[in-house]
């Protein structure tokens, strides 16, 4: 079992009083930041103004900071690089808050859906950025000296060769291969170097451990991998994922999430998962909850759920500041079950975008898909919620379509749909209406599956 480290000079085992003590850090270093980012006057300062701030002076405490709107989500993010690039000829967005010539390293989103969005980093953003994966990779148990192995891919995204250079700065030499290499190629290139550690996406984990045989002749065991650790899609907190990276490879697995203005979370390496651990708490504030509704401040306490803000506490270039993130997250605070680390976990739950409403209760997909996931491998684990309206409101019961696992009898689908219906029922308080389909009769079209879908009735 792994231990995490603790890396605040925080002294107490209390949820309040560790909740408290965070708060003070967070307002401290908020004061400065406030201040920073009110001198940007083609983006922020306007925000400000909106938001009916005249002075940064009019922000005095933590919760008047939490009451204020969010400046930034994905769409308007876009906006702002669309501006800058027609006014200034860069496209750093005109929340960048430094001079250009100090935004020295760029990662990106995918732009799978648009325009690809920034992440623009200063050397100092870089340096905390290094910290705090740093503490992830120790809570992996990855040790200076090592070698790790980087099969993440390496163009632009976060994971990349932000990583990579993390890695690096941390002293765990990366064979850096990258996902554009290739199946065969990555297993080559393990078998060469002997890497302590596996940097990959679950997808990618699942892909090595069908074709190591006929690629190197011998299975991914073999290999001498001690640390498996994903991140990038859903997946690797997955129960059976993590049994199946267990069994293949003989390691440990780790999920993850993190590189974005500071942030950092990551799993144990027990079973469960327990939800992601947070090891950048001193450099952003990830979890100022909001209502997905009515966008008002929600207590932070174990327990919460509500959409998450994001905003780096001492970011440089293009930052976080109010950034809401869409994300919807269930907070544990105390002591993780899986490995005694005490502090905050999160879970992502769903996203605000995606949120239903069945009878005033609101319901996630991503929540629904955990449910069907415990019924693996009886269901092979796909679903789909189909609406006969645009979400969110349902009109009960909500239907769901799952499929029966490869090889389960269809007699015994009757059964294993009403026992989902009742699962439901106890974990999120309201019955679905369940049809059991053979195997492989929804359609895979990668990690990020569309879970609704809208037919006519
Ligand atoms: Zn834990």
């Avoid at 997909?365 to 009886?378: C, G, I, S």
Wanted: neutral net charge; aromatic residues 8%; contains cysteine.
């Amino acid at each position: 079992m792994t231990q995490t480290l603790h890396y605040l000079n925080i002294d107490t085992r209390d949820p309040a009083e560790y909740l408290a003590a965070l708060d003070q850090l967070r307002w401290t270093k908020l004061q400065k930041q406030i201040r920073y980012v009110w001198g940007n006057e083609d983006y922020f300062r306007p925000r400000f103004l909106e938001a009916g701030v005249t002075s940064p002076e009019d922000i005095r405490s933590l919760a008047d900071f939490r009451r204020l709107p969010a400046f930034l989500d994905k769409a308007r993010h876009r906006d702002s690089q669309d501006e800058s690039l027609r006014r200034y000829g860069h496209p750093l967005g005109l929340h960048l808050t430094t001079q250009p010539a100090n935004a020295i390293h760029l990662a990106a989103t995918s732009g799978t859906t648009g325009t690809p969005t920034f992440y623009v980093f200063s050397r100092k953003d870089l340096d905390i950025t290094y910290k705090v994966l740093g503490r992830m990779f120790k809570t992996a148990g990855i040790r200076p000296g090592d070698t790790t192995f980087h099969a993440f891919g390496l163009s632009l995204w976060l994971a990349g060769i932000t990583y990579v250079q993390a890695l690096e700065a941390y002293g765990a030499r990366p064979v850096a291969v990258g996902a554009e290499g290739g199946v065969p190629k990555i297993l080559r290139y393990i078998e060469l170097t002997h890497p302590r550690a596996l940097f990959a996406t679950p997808s990618m984990v699942n892909q090595l451990i069908e074709r190591a045989q006929g690629e190197i002749g011998k299975p991914v065991g073999a290999l001498g991998i001690e640390i498996v650790y994903v991140c990038g899609e859903p997946g690797g907190s997955q129960p059976v994922f993590r049994q199946r990276v267990r069994e293949h490879f003989g390691a440990q697995v780790f999920d993850s999430t993190g590189g974005a203005w500071h942030n950092g979370t990551i799993t144990c390496d027990s079973p469960d998962a327990h939800g992601m651990h947070h090891m950048g708490e001193d450099y952003c504030f990830r979890y100022d909850l909001v209502d997905p509704e009515t966008k008002a401040p929600l207590e932070i306490r174990d327990g919460a759920v509500g959409e998450a803000i994001h905003t780096g506490l001492e970011y440089e270039a293009s930052p976080a500041f109010r950034n809401a993130t869409g994300d919807i997250l269930r907070l544990h605070v105390g002591e993780c079950p899986g490995c005694g680390h005490f502090g905050v976990r999160m879970e992502i739950i769903g996203r605000a975008d995606d949120m239903l409403m069945i009878k005033g209760v609101k319901v996630y997909p991503v929540a629904l898909q955990k449910v069907v996931h415990q019924f693996q491998p009886r269901l092979s684990g796909e679903l789909r919620i189909r609406l006969d309206g645009p979400p969110p409101k349902v009109t009960p019961p909500l239907q769901l379509a799952v499929e029966a696992g490869e090889g389960a009898p269809e007699s015994e689908w009757p059964e294993l749909g009403k026992a989902l219906e009742q699962r439901v029922r106890e974990l999120l308080s309201f019955r679905p209406s369940v049809t059991v389909l053979p195997f492989g009769s929804l359609p895979r079209s990668g990690a990020k599956t569309r879970l609704i879908e809208v037919v006519a009735p």
